[in-house]
């Protein structure tokens, strides 16, 4: 078969690939991830490129005619067939290091806090036990000798494994046989020997995300946090949403372990470099704790996730056996112990319920909704008595996927946007104060309620024609600048279009039916709920009032909210440093119920009531339309 060879530019990274390739696939080859919501079906328009030399056919796609004009193709179209020169403009790559960690959830996230009232009592733990040096009369083995002390010092009787035996006569020797012996504390499975005094011992909490995957590195000593790193996850080459990767990984031969293979890079290339960074030997990491959907932990432990995706959506499995690093692949400890949160069913999973633990869903007798505002909309309601759980579908829009110029909550990203309702000019806030790059999610929110306010749109999304050359009229419909080509980071316009907008109000109305659905199934009005805890990757806040008065967030007084920031990640600390807390994840996977909100008419009809701005029934939103100022809300 005839090779040829792609060098991409501006990097000047090269792959040979056989005749038949795409563009997309040679990239991904390349280590170059391009965005391809659609999974390189040609639709969503992301994976932009352009063939700077050589041969290529290119097959059709979704493409704007400016953009192909310009001679640009979709990469996911373009079909290599000699060697070739493909330039990557900035926007279509999927960056690597840039996803925002600090979020400023007001709930306490100090570690001393986040235990609260759950002991430190780690996964696993290091005990120190003197032997008896071998003599002639006293000749026992050395697994007997070391499990003995164990025995008799600390009262345990211990596992041993293969791999721990292989170099255990050398470690007790070299140890002049004073050791410290790692333990996982829920089988005394014994992880490591090593010098008494030597045993470090360290976590990681994960928190592996459909769109981005975060790593925490904790000390399971003293349960302090050393580091954090974050990344896309890989997987998004495969597609944007679960559902696209359930096919890639169910119809494609192989696919399945394309994507646990992604997913376990990006984890793994976070860890070696946190590990790294603190000058931690993968050895020395004897535990990890990992939180993510349904689909995430069945795609990361290699289980087919067919019958997730259809009726009547049934998973593998909600709760995981205990496991090991090596079998899972982790690049830590191949003994350390890693523990999977449970899921609650297809659609509310493992995230879901480290959020739970960690906001005290279930603490009290306080009615809480949790709602986690990303692709899957998971949310849940209940109190310490009950728990009852829904995922509304909201798509990637309000995490920037499928908004022409949306984008995660990272630098250059607008997260705030005012309008004047007299000249039409726009003031953008944008994260890390630098020129704005595109819209993340509560910048899109801040923009849909100020363009309504504006009256640049009506009730239904659609545009009505002010005076302002913002406003223009393309062959795809109706856009507003938001941000001239001069001004922006990339040089070209930032837009919010008519097709963007309907976008925005499918989401915002597929979250506010889900909450409407929960409460009307438990018999509850909206004032009976007293806290509302959002989580979602939105940046550094999300504007409350603005996100009422487009209709996505019920109309209830400012105080009762609370925004939380990454729940999934801090749950995921919270059961690694603490047992107790690990055991009441397992509970509540017990306790919550699912809504099937695809069985009955009820979500569709809530569903359709919302897609106005706010809703058809304007009595929900006093304060939005009943002329109170929205702004009174603030807190
Ligand atoms: S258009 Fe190429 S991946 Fe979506």
């Excluded at 050395?142 to 499990?147: A, I, K, M, P, Q």
């Excluded at 050359?469 to 040089?491: K, Q």
């Excluded at 109000?505 to 009005?525: D, M, P, W, Y």
Aim: glycine fraction near 12%.
């Amino acid at each position: 078969m005839k090779h040829f060879t792609v060098t991409f530019i501006p990097d000047n990274i090269q792959v040979q690939v056989t005749a038949g390739t795409t563009v997309l696939e040679a990239a991904q080859k390349a280590g170059l991830p391009l965005k391809s919501t659609c999974g390189g079906a040609g639709t969503c328009g992301r994976c932009i490129i352009k063939v700077r030399r050589g041969e290529v056919q290119v097959k059709g796609g979704h493409l704007p005619a400016k953009l192909k004009e310009e001679g640009y193709t979709l990469a996911c179209q373009t079909i290599i067939q000699g060697d070739v020169a493909i330039e990557i403009p900035a926007e279509s790559l999927l960056s690597k290091h840039q996803v925002l960690l600090q979020d400023k959830g007001r709930l306490q996230d100090g570690l001393t806090d986040l235990l609260g009232s759950y002991p430190l009592e780690a996964a696993c733990e290091v005990v120190t036990l003197h032997l008896a040096e071998p003599t002639l009369t006293e000749n026992t083995s050395d697994t007997s000798r070391l499990l003995t002390a164990l025995r008799k010092e600390k009262g345990v009787e211990g596992q041993v494994s293969l791999a721990l035996l292989q170099d255990l006569p050398e470690s007790l020797r070299q140890a002049g046989w004073q050791v410290d012996v790692t333990l996982a504390r829920a089988d005394n499975r014994l992880l490591r020997v090593t010098p008494a005094g030597s045993g470090r011992n360290f976590g990681l909490a994960i928190d592996l995300g459909t769109t981005t995957v975060v790593v925490s590195l904790l000390d399971l000593r003293n349960g302090r946090r050393i580091g954090q790193g974050g990344s896309y996850n890989r997987q998004a080459v495969y597609g944007d949403d679960v559902i696209s990767r359930i096919i890639h990984a169910t119809s494609n031969h192989g696919g399945l372990e394309e994507l646990r293979q992604a997913a376990l890079a990006t984890i793994n290339e976070i860890s070696n470099s946190l590990l790294a960074n603190h000058g931690i030997n993968q050895a020395e990491v004897t535990a990890a704790v990992i939180a993510g959907n349904t689909t995430m932990s069945h795609l990361l432990l290699g289980v087919n996730p067919k019958y997730i995706r259809l009726q009547p959506y049934i998973p593998a499995a909600t709760e995981w056996p205990a496991l090991t690093a090596g079998e899972i692949g982790l690049a830590i400890n191949p003994l350390a112990t890693v523990q999977v949160f449970p899921s609650v069913a297809s659609y509310v999973g493992g995230d879901i319920v480290a959020g739970a633990l960690f906001t005290r869903i279930a603490g009290g007798e306080e009615l809480t909704l949790f709602i986690d505002i990303g692709t899957n909309g998971e949310m849940v309601l209940g109190n310490k008595d009950w728990l009852i759980s829904c995922a509304c579908s909201a798509g990637p829009a309000f995490e920037g996927s499928g908004i022409t110029c949306g984008m995660r909550a990272m630098e250059g990203a607008v997260e705030g946007v005012t309008i004047d309702p007299e000249t039409f000019e726009v003031e953008l806030e944008v994260i890390g104060g630098g020129r704005p790059a595109g819209l993340c999610g509560s910048g899109l929110i801040d923009c849909l309620a100020k363009l309504r306010r504006a009256g640049i749109i009506d009730r239904t999304g659609n545009f009505h024609e002010v005076a302002t050359p913002r406003l223009r009229l393309t062959d795809e419909g109706y856009e507003f600048v938001l941000a001239w080509a001069a001004e922006s980071s990339h040089g070209k316009d930032i837009v919010i279009t008519a097709a963007d907008i309907k976008n925005l109000i499918r989401s915002k109305g597929a979250v506010f039916a889900g909450i409407q659905s929960l409460l009307k199934t438990v018999s509850l009005e909206l004032e009976a709920v007293d806290r509302i805890i959002i989580a979602g990757g939105f940046g550094n806040y999300l504007h409350v009032p603005n996100a009422v008065e487009i209709g996505l967030l019920p109309d209830l007084p400012a105080e009762k909210y609370v925004f939380a920031g990454n729940t999934s990640l801090k749950g995921a600390e919270l059961a690694l440093l603490s047992r107790p807390a690990w055991q009441e994840a397992l509970e509540l996977g017990h306790k919550m119920t699912y809504l099937e909100l695809s069985a009955g008419n009820l979500f569709m009809e809530e569903f359709v009531s919302a897609l106005f701005l706010p809703h058809t029934q304007l009595e929900l939103f006093p304060s939005v339309t009943g002329g109170t100022s929205p702004q009174r809300r603030e807190g």
